[in-house]
Nanobody, 111 residues
Framework: QVQLVESGGGLVQPGGSLRLSCAAS????????ISWYRQAPGQQRELVAR???????YFVDSVKGRFTIARDNAKNTVYLLMNSLQVEDTAVYYC?????WGKGTLVTISL
């Protein structure tokens, strides 16, 4: 059974940083693409970043240069490193693999 557990969300001021973690179980981690999505209040869920099993990465334009993604295959964990956070980054962040989803972690950017 695939399980994904996000952590690391919280309240930070604009310009701050956070590191989100997605711990996976039930999959051969290094063989799969892991994605981060977010859903802001009243908006549709959107893809933020992706860590491919090949080692390649993808970022949506709005976070390029501010977010990075790293994976630790030994720990079955993918990290979303978020810098220069903006109010517009406020959302619940979810990780996804093989069409399985975690429950999300809330990121709030506010003064």
């Amino acid at each position: 059974q695939v399980q994904l557990v996000e952590s690391g969300g919280g309240l930070v001021q604009p310009g701050g940083s956070l590191r989100l973690s997605c711990a996976a179980s039930g999959i051969v981690f290094h063989r799969h693409t892991i994605s981060w999505y977010r859903q802001a209040p009243g908006q549709q869920r959107e893809l933020v970043a992706r860590s491919f099993d090949s080692g390649d990465t993808y970022f949506v334009d709005s976070v390029k240069g501010r977010f990075t993604i790293a994976r630790d295959n030994a720990k079955n964990t993918v990290y979303l490193l978020m810098n220069s956070l903006q109010v517009e980054d406020t959302a619940v962040y979810y990780c996804e693999a093989l069409n399985h989803w975690g429950k999300g972690t809330l990121v709030t950017i506010s003064l």
